[in-house]
């Protein structure tokens, strides 16, 4: 075996179509565009979607969902983060700028404590919500719930 005795596996080489040859070849003319419209000019190119002006798949479907445009999210925040951080750092007052200085949110998250987990020492947590337990849960053990 050598280099001049290498060759494409069969049917592996196919010759292109050549077109605008003449009337001779089958394929002159018109080059197998067909007569007129945009698809014949030289330069065309297809929009994405574009589906020969029937209305496209994309605005024939329907728009499931709805996003309300005044939807306040809030950082999620369980108090046994909150009992954690309170131990790690030793403080009885726990503010956002604590949560956020030790990385448990971003400066300008709002932030709603979650009744997930114990809380076992007197903490005063200021926050933007608390749900009904995780008030009740604070009070209990003696501390305070400061909604902002």
Do not use: C, W
Request: glycine fraction near 14%.
């Amino acid at each position: 075996m050598n280099l001049s005795s290498l060759k494409p596996a069969t049917g592996s080489v196919k010759v292109g179509k050549r077109v605008g040859r003449g009337q001779g070849s089958g394929k002159g003319g018109t080059a197998a565009r067909g007569h007129k419209g945009a698809q014949s000019r030289s330069g065309y190119s297809r929009k994405v979607g574009f589906e020969g002006g029937q209305m496209p798949l994309q605005r024939r479907l329907p728009k499931f969902g709805f996003n309300n445009i005044n939807r306040v999210e809030y950082k999620a925040l369980n108090l046994d983060a909150i009992q954690a951080l309170a131990e790690k750092i030793g403080v009885n007052v726990i503010t956002p700028q604590v949560i956020s200085e030790h990385g448990l949110s971003a400066k300008k998250d709002l932030i709603k404590v979650l009744n997930r987990g114990e809380i076992s020492s007197a903490l005063e947590i200021h926050a933007h919500g608390f749900s009904s337990t995780a008030t009740e849960a604070i009070e209990k053990a003696g501390g305070k719930a400061v909604k902002l």
